[in-house]
C-alpha cells in the first residue's frame, strides 16, 4: 500500500508530493494564463519566450500583469540573490538565469543579493570569514551566467547595510514581532539578528522607487515578500511582483527540492565528468519498467522519470526535440538507460560551458560588485 506523504513547502522545508495547483490557493498566488505568456512574448526582442514560461516550469506569480501591461516603458527591474552557505548546485541557478532571460530581452537592471548576514546568523559552525570566501565563490558562479555588467548589481549585505539600514527600520517599524512569527516561524529560540535580517531582505526591493520590482523565485520563497507588499504602499513604495518557478527535483525523485546537503542529490558546478555519469547511473529515478521486455512492449512514464524532467525544465531548449523524447519514452522505444545517457552527455557539456564562463567573466566581478555602471550608481546613492 502506497501511503502519500504530506505536502510540506516553505522557504526553509519542502517535501512530500508537491501539488502546484494547491499551492496556488495555499499562498494565495495567481496562475500564470497562456494569455499574459502570449502578451509577454509579443513584447520580447527575439519573439520567442524562454522554456522555463513554455513548459510551464514558471507557472505562477503576484502582479506580473503590471510587469507585462507595461514592459515596453522600461518599467521594471530585477532582484533576486543567494545564501552563501556553500558551494552552488545546478537549482540554485535558476532564478539567475530567468534575471539574465529579462535582462536579454528587455534591458533591464539585475540586482543580485548575497545575504551573508543571514548565513552567519543561521550558520552553526561558518564564521564571517569563512562566509566572506564563499561569498566571493558564489559570485564567480552567478557571474558565469553573464549578466550585462553595466546594468548588473552583485552585493554583500555586510558590505552595503550604510545605504539600506534606514529604509530597513522603515519597514521594521511597522512589523510587529507577531506578524514576522506567523510569517517566518520564528520562536523564543531565534535570535534577533535572524529577526531584523527579514526587514534588510526587503530593502532592494526599493532600490528603484518608480519601477516596479519583479522577483523571479521558487514558489517555497513567496512567504518572504509578504510583509513588503502589506506595508510597501504605505511607505510609498511599490508593491513588489513576483513570478515562482516549480522546483527542480532532486535526483533520487520528482518530489521535493534539490539540496545542498545531499552531495548524491544535487549536480553541482565543480562536479566533473565521472560523477555526474556516477549520479545520473545509480540515482536517477526511473519512470521506466523493470525489464526491457516490459517497457518495449508498455512504454515508460516520462511524467515521473527524473531524467525526463530535467531534459524538459533545463537541459533541451528544443521544443520539437523534447516532444521527440516525451514521445519515444512513453512508447518504449526510448529505454531508460539511453534517456540517462542523453542527460548526462547534456549536463557534461552544460557544466563545461559554464565552468569557461565562470573563468571568463571572473575579470568582470569587480565591475558587478564596484565599478560599472550601475554599482557606481548605487555607492554613490
Known sequence: MNIKKEQIVTPWQVSGEIDY???????????????????????TKSKKLHLFFRRNFIYSHRDFNKI???????????YTGRGPSGKMHIGHLISFITAKWFQDE???????????????????????????KISIQNFEEIAAIGFDPDKTFFFKNTEYISK????????????????AKAIFGFNNET????????MIQIVPTTFERDKYCLIPAGI?????????????????????????????????????????????SAIFLDDDEKTIKNKINKYAFSGGKPTLEEHRKYGGIPEIDVCYNWLNILFEEEDNKINEIYKNYKTGKLTSGELKKILIEKIILFIKKHKENKEKNKKDLNKYMYSGKLAKQMWEK
Open 21 to 43: 495547483e494547491k499551492l496556488i490557493s495555499q499562498f494565495g498566488t495567481t496562475k500564470l494564463t497562456e494569455k499574459l505568456k502570449k502578451d509577454l512574448e509579443n513584447k
Open 68 to 78: 507585462v501591461e507595461n514592459i515596453e516603458n522600461n518599467n521594471f527591474y530585477i
Open 106 to 132: 528587455f534591458g533591464c537592471n539585475v540586482y543580485i543579493m548575497l545575504s551573508d548576514d543571514e548565513k552567519y546568523l543561521i550558520s552553526k559552525k561558518l564564521n564571517l570569514e569563512e562566509i566572506n
Open 164 to 179: 539600506m539600514y534606514k529604509t530597513a527600520l522603515k519597514f521594521a517599524k511597522r512589523t510587529n514581532l507577531s506578524t
Open 191 to 198: 535570535n534577533l539578528g535572524h529577526i531584523f535580517y527579514t
Open 220 to 264: 517555497d520563497q513567496d512567504p518572504y515578500w509578504r510583509i513588503q507588499r502589506d506595508i510597501s504602499e504605505k511607505l510609498n513604495f511599490k508593491k513588489v511582483t513576483a513570478i515562482h518557478n516549480k522546483l527542480l527535483s532532486p535526483i533520487q525523485g520528482i518530489n521535493g527540492k534539490m539540496s545542498s546537503s545531499n552531495e548524491n
